[in-house]
């Protein structure tokens, strides 16, 4: 099973910075990795694909990098409906697909 | 517009059994991938089980043995038959799509299983 592994678990920026989340998988996973936005009593959002692709109606202030096992989400310019809780999620070797625990992004 | 509505969820015994189920709309139910993800409160999500178009099923290992997905096109719905359910599998359970690159780009808002005695 690949683990994955984010930092931090937490991340205070202030509204109109720059956010840098991290995301590092035990064995190489490609560039089959996914980053989803979860906000309190929703359904996680996904927001990248295939590492830097953005999905379907993302803002472009969300950006993915990286590939293999060392993977990076950046969101540019934060507002006020980015403070959430972020997951990365590898789907290169499964079952089982395998999510990272989750790097809360609040405001400082 | 693509959706996905879970039902069933609610408070059981442990060792009980549940049925959840997921009805879709708005896509080719039949060609996709589904799958179940758990998130127990406050914690991170988990992945539990998967079908893919023609019924081949995967499993979570702490799961399997327990658990039964399936799917029936005609219906676009999926399912998530629990049984010996234990106080661990005390969750909101999503059901989410998969896309043909892997990743889950259309979830639900989620139903409550709660294991209690």
């Known amino acids: 099973e690949i683990v994955m592994t984010q930092s931090p678990a937490t991340l205070s920026v202030s509204p109109g910075e720059r956010a840098t989340l991290s995301c590092r998988a035990s064995?190489?996973?490609?560039?089959?990795l996914a980053w989803y936005q979860q906000k309190p009593g929703q359904a996680p959002r996904l927001l990248i694909y295939r590492a830097s692709n953005t999905a379907t109606g993302i803002p472009a202030r969300f950006s993915g990098s990286g590939s293999g096992t060392e993977f990076t989400l950046t969101i540019s310019g934060l507002q006020s409906e980015d403070f959430a809780v972020y997951y990365c999620?590898?789907?290169?070797?499964?079952?089982?697909?395998?999510f990272g625990q989750g790097t809360k992004l609040e405001i400082k | 517009e693509v959706q996905v509505v879970e039902s069933g969820g609610g408070l059981v015994q442990p060792g009980g059994s549940l049925r959840l189920s997921c009805e879709a709309s708005?896509?080719?139910?039949?060609?996709?991938?589904m799958h179940w993800v758990r998130q127990a409160t406050g914690r991170g999500l988990e992945w539990v089980s998967g079908?893919?178009?023609?019924?081949?099923?995967f499993y979570s290992g702490s799961v399997k043995g327990r658990f039964t997905i399936s799917r029936e096109n005609a219906k676009n719905s999926l399912y998530l038959q629990m049984n010996s359910l234990r106080v661990g599998d005390t969750a909101v359970y999503y059901c989410?799509?998969?896309?043909?690159?892997?990743?889950?780009?259309?979830w639900g808002q989620g139903t409550l299983v709660t294991v209690s005695s």
């Open positions: 999620q590898q789907y290169n070797n499964w079952p089982p697909y395998t």
């Open positions: 989410a799509r998969a896309t043909y690159e892997g990743d889950f780009d259309h």
């Open positions: 064995q190489s996973v490609s560039r089959n």
């Open positions: 708005g896509f080719t139910f039949s060609s996709y991938n």
């Open positions: 079908i893919g178009p023609a019924g081949d099923t």
